[in-house]
């Protein structure tokens, strides 16, 4: 009885360390595989510039105007801003977005009004006045240029 319990112990003494062998090779043709394999070379939409060399030159594209607005992609998806914004500026003051989409000027300016889902607090108030989390427009909203997709896709709206 003490005999196969000296055994045993021994046996599981013995499977500790060639487990520990296991992985030690293991991890010695890991490292050769890495060793022995040629540098892949991990490119971003920047391309494969090292990170302290100029990037690539941003063409210029003019910012398309689409005449009554895009049509969406998907269910609550933010529309595509149809219309130039570098005069707009949102400042913790003021923001140049709504002297024509807000509650008040949207009429007068013949502009579409910000969707009622943005006077709603995250709690679920509404206020009169536009919630916090809607703010900065551009977070969900931004306009378009005439240019090729950075990645070649087969995205496709739904109906
Ligand atoms: C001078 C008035 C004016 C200002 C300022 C303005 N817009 Fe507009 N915006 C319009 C008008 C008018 C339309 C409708 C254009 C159309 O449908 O042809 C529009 C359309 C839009 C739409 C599309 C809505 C839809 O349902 O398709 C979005 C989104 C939008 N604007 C966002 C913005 C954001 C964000 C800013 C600030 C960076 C801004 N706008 C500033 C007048 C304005
Ligand atoms: C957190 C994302 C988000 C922010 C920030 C945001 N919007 Fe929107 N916006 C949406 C979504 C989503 C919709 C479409 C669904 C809806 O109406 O809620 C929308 C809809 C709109 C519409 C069309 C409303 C309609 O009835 O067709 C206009 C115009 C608009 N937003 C303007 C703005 C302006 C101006 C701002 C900044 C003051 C702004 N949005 C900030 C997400 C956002």
Redesign the pocket.
């Known amino acids: 009885m003490l005999n196969t319990k000296k055994t045993m112990i021994s046996n599981l003494k013995s499977s500790k360390s060639s487990g520990r062998k296991v992985m030690t090779l293991m991890l010695l043709a890991l490292v050769a595989m890495m060793l022995s394999l040629p540098a892949m070379s991990v490119e971003s939409l920047r391309g494969d510039k090292a990170l302290d060399a100029k990037s690539v030159k941003v063409g210029k594209y003019k910012v398309k105007s689409?005449?009554?607005?895009?049509e969406r992609s998907f269910e609550k998806q933010?529309?595509?801003?149809?219309?130039k914004?570098d005069k707009?500026r949102?400042t913790l003051k003021n923001n140049?977005?709504l002297?024509?989409?807000s509650e008040k000027a949207y009429k007068k300016?013949?502009?579409?009004k910000v969707g009622d889902s943005h006077y709603i607090t995250r709690d679920g108030k509404t206020l009169k006045h536009i919630s916090k989390r809607r703010y900065f427009?551009?977070q969900c909203?931004v306009p378009q240029v005439n240019s090729d997709p950075l990645v070649e896709n087969t995205y496709e709206g739904v109906e």
């Not at 300016?109 to 579409?112: G, M, R, S």
């Open positions: 689409e005449e009554g607005g895009y933010p529309p595509l801003i149809p219309h914004i707009y949102i140049g977005c002297k024509c989409h300016e013949d502009a579409p427009c551009n909203h």
